[in-house]
C-alpha cells in the first residue's frame, strides 16, 4: 500500500473577527483538492449500500459529499423497463447511450463542485467494469482539479448476490408491476451482460490509479492512496460490515439534578424522576427481551445510576461517551453564561457545531473522539448506548446522516428511548417515551437576525474567519475526554 501525504478538505464557517482566543475549530486541513470516487463493479454487489455508507461518514466528520447514482439519472434520460439486452456490451446503440449518461452525470459532478466551495467529495455510483468508462472519468474530472479514486465491490458469494437483487433491485422503478421472478431472471441476465465485458482493476495494468478493491467483505487491496480524505475512507471501509444490521436503543440518563437546576455539565446524580425513569427502562428491556444486549455508557455518575436499575450484565464504560465539555461555562445555567460571558453566548449561537467553549470542546471534537464508537457500532447487531444529549445528538446525527448545522439542535428529550434502525441505504428513527416527567433541556436554533443584533451590541464585527484546529492557542485540544479510552467491565 502506498500512502502519501496532501491537505484535507476545507471547511467553511461564517467569518469572525474577535479579540483574544479564536474561537472555532476546523475538522481537516485546508485546500484539499476535490475528490470523485467511482464505483466500480458487476451490479447487487452492494456498491451503492458502500457509497450512502460512506457519504454518511464524510458528512460526518465535515467533508461534504453527495452520492451521483447514474441509474437514477439513466432512468431520467432514457426512461425505465430498459430490458437486460439494453446492457449487452454488444449492443450499439445501448452502449452508446449508456455512455451518453454517464458523460451527462460526469458533467453535473463537475457543475455540483463550480456550486459551492464546501463541496469535496462526490461518489460516483455507477457499474464502471471497463476500462473505457473508467478512462473516460479520468479524461473528465483531473483537468477540473478532482482527484479520482476507485472504489470496487466483489462478490463471488451466490446466495448474497441474490438476497441483494430480492431485497433492493427488484423494489427500483425499472421492475415496478413486474412479477417478481421475471424481474429476477431479467436482472440476472443483465449481470451476464456486464460480465462479458467486466475489466476488474489490478496492479500490472493500474498501479498509477488511486483506489481500494474490496473482495467478499473482509479482504482489501489498497493502492496509491492521496490524502487524509481517501486515506479516512479507506479506514471506514475496512470498519464496516456491510452485511450487519445494527439495531441502536439510545437514551440519555435518567434526569439528573442538574437538569432540575437548568445548568449545563457537571456529574450529578439522579433526580427521583430520574430513579423512576431508570427502573422504567429496566422494566422496558425486560418486556422486549433485551437484557442480554451490550449496555455502552459514560463514566459519569448519572450514566452509571441510570445503569444500575437495569438487568442487563453486559455494561461497558467509555470515557469518550461522557457529554460535551463545558469548559468555564460548567455549572453554569443559559442564562448565567449569557450574563457572565456575552460574547462566548452570541458566537456560540453564530456557529454551534464549530464552537468550542473557553477551555472545554467543540461539537467538532466531540465527533472526533466518537469516531472509534462509530467504528465498533457499525460491527454490532445490538446495543443501548447510555450518554449524554450532545454525544447523542452526534451518534444520531450519523445514522441519520444530518448535516452539521443540524446536528446541534436534534431534539433528545429526557427519558426517552430512541430506537434506530437500518433501512435500504439508510436509517429509521423511532422514539420511545415512558411517560416520566422530566425538564426540558433542549434550546432552539436562534435566527440569524437575533444572532446579527447581539454581536452589533457586544461590537464583534466580520471579516476574515480565524479557526483553530484541534488545537487552540493555548495549546488546549479540548476534554480529557480526548485521551485514549479505558474500559472498564461491570
Known amino acids: ?186 436482472f440476472s441476465k443483465r449481470i451476464e451482460n456486464y460480465k462479458k465485458a467486466y475489466e476488474t482493476l489490478c496492479l500490472n495494468l493500474d498501479r498509477e490509479l488511486s483506489f481500494i478493491r474490496v473482495s467478499n467483505i473482509t479482504q482489501f487491496h489498497i493502492n496509491n492512496l492521496l490524502g487524509t480524505v481517501q486515506s479516512k475512507s479507506a479506514y471506514f471501509l475496512m470498519n464496516i460490515r456491510p452485511h450487519t444490521k445494527t439495531t441502536l436503543y439510545l437514551s440519555r440518563h435518567g434526569e439528573s439534578q442538574f437538569n432540575e437546576l437548568a445548568k449545563i455539565g457537571g456529574d450529578t446524580n439522579l433526580t427521583d424522576n430520574g430513579v423512576r425513569y431508570a427502573k422504567k427502562l429496566g422494566k422496558f428491556l425486560q418486556e422486549n427481551n433485551l437484557t442480554d444486549i451490550p449496555v455502552w455508557t459514560s463514566i459519569m455518575k448519572r450514566t452509571i445510576e441510570t445503569c444500575s436499575h437495569l438487568p442487563n450484565q453486559n455494561v461497558q464504560r467509555y470515557k469518550c461517551l461522557n457529554e460535551i465539555d463545558a ?46 464508537i462509530i467504528m465498533d457500532l457499525e460491527k454490532q447487531d445490538q446495543v443501548l448506548l447510555i450518554c449524554h444529549q450532545a454525544v447523542l445528538r452526534c451518534i444520531v446525527g450519523y445514522f441519520l446522516n444530518l448535516s452539521t448545522d443540524e446536528i446541534p439542535y436534534i431534539k433528545i428529550p429526557l427519558h426517552t428511548v430512541i430506537k434506530i434502525t437500518p433501512v435500504a441505504y439508510g436509517c429509521e428513527k423511532e422514539e420511545i417515551s415512558f411517560g416520566v416527567e422530566s425538564s426540558v433541556t433542549h434550546r432552539d436554533k436562534q435566527t440569524q437576525e437575533s444572532i446579527e443584533r447581539r454581536l452589533l451590541a457586544l461590537d464583534i464585527s466580520h471579516g476574515d474567519s480565524s479557526f483553530v484546529s484541534h488545537e487552540d492557542m493555548n495549546g488546549h485540544s479540548g476534554n480529557n475526554n480526548i485521551i485514549s479510552d479505558h474500559v472498564i467491565k461491570t
Open 327 to 372: 469548559g468555564r461555562c460548567d455549572g453554569l445555567t443559559y442564562k448565567e453564561i449569557e450574563e457572565t460571558y456575552p460574547e462566548e453566548f452570541a458566537l456560540r449561537d453564530l456557529d454551534k457545531y464549530n464552537y468550542r467553549y473557553p477551555q472545554g470542546e467543540s461539537y467538532q471534537d466531540v465527533c472526533c473522539r466518537l469516531e472509534p
Open 1 to 186: 500500500m502506498s500512502i502519501s501525504s496532501s491537505p484535507g478538505p476545507r471547511r467553511h464557517s461564517p467569518p469572525i473577527i474577535v479579540q483574544g482566543r479564536e474561537r472555532y475549530t476546523r475538522s481537516l486541513p485546508m485546500n484539499c483538492p476535490k475528490q470523485c470516487y467511482a464505483m466500480v463493479g458487476l451490479p447487487a454487489r452492494g456498491k451503492s449500500y458502500i457509497a450512502h455508507r460512506l457519504a454518511r461518514y464524510l458528512n460526518w466528520i465535515g467533508t461534504k459529499s453527495k452520492v451521483f447514482n447514474v441509474g437514477q439519472y439513466r432512468r431520467e434520460l432514457v426512461g425505465v423497463n430498459m430490458s437486460y439486452d439494453y446492457y449487452d456490451p454488444f449492443n450499439t446503440t445501448g452502449a452508446q447511450s449508456r455512455r451518453m449518461v454517464a458523460s451527462h452525470v460526469l458533467d453535473t459532478i463537475i457543475e455540483w463542485f463550480k456550486e459551492d466551495p464546501d463541496n469535496a467529495v462526490a461518489i460516483l455510483d455507477a457499474t464502471n467494469t471497463t476500462r473505457d468508462r473508467r478512462d473516460l472519468i479520468l479524461e473528465r474530472c483531473p483537468p477540473e482539479g478532482i482527484q479520482v479514486m476507485f472504489i470496487e465491490s466483489v462478490l463471488d458469494d451466490t446466495f448474497i448476490e441474490e438476497r441483494n437483487i430480492r431485497e433492493h433491485k427488484l423494489r427500483c422503478p425499472d421492475y415496478q408491476g413486474c412479477d417478481p421472478d421475471d424481474a429476477f431472471n431479467d
